[in-house]
């Protein structure tokens, strides 16, 4: 049996650039009423670039929200309509400067679902080749490259933290994995 939720009001708290704050009314399944606050989020696409010697290019930035700076994947929004694989070769040439001739699909996956409905696509790209590299101009990120194993010691000893990109690692070793068997 599964249980039954309905939404029955939402009230719009916030709306900004990047996210949407509501607070919905939720009937439960035992009758009883709650309140959720939820953010609204278009959506985002990572991807894990592996260059020709297998390392993993990685962007260093500062994040408000945590005030420190992060390890992570390139990543950005999805523009309204934007197929999540376009927005990934975007994000890879505009934070890091390289193009890459394979794309693979890793997985997509739901960034926080006790609060937030928003969706990250994680491509795998690989046969990378130099493009040009275009930060927004309130972007600032420093590049860096580790080797797989490098970059799985570093998600279990807690210097990399994202979940995007803790996520795209791992997925990225299981297609490592299967493409040799």
Do not use: W
Not at 69 to 91: H, N, S, T, V, Y
Not at 98 to 104: D, E, L, T
Not at 125 to 143: C, R, S
Not at 166 to 174: E, P, R, S, V
């Amino acid at each position: 049996m599964t249980a039954e939720f309905r939404r029955i009001s939402r009230e719009e708290i916030y709306k900004g650039k990047i996210l949407t704050l509501v607070k919905d009314r939720v009937l439960l399944p035992n009758n009883k009423e709650a309140d959720r606050e939820i953010i609204l989020h278009k959506g985002a696409s990572a991807v894990v670039p592996v260059d020709e010697a297998g390392k993993i290019i990685f962007v260093r930035q500062y994040r408000q929200p945590i005030e420190e700076e992060l390890l992570e994947i390139p990543a950005g929004l999805l523009e309204e309509g934007e197929d999540p694989l376009e927005a990934a070769k975007r994000e890879l040439e505009e934070e890091t400067g390289y193009r890459a001739s394979q794309m693979r699909l890793i997985c997509s996956m739901v960034s926080s679902a006790g609060f937030c409905n928003e969706i990250v696509h994680i491509y795998l790209a690989t046969e990378l080749y130099k493009g040009k590299q275009n930060l927004d101009e309130d972007e600032f990120v420093k590049i860096e490259s580790y080797s797989l194993d490098d970059a799985i010691r570093m998600i279990f000893d807690g210097r990399i933290k994202d979940s995007k990109t803790i996520a795209g690692i791992l997925g990225t070793k299981q297609l490592l994995e299967d493409n040799k068997k």
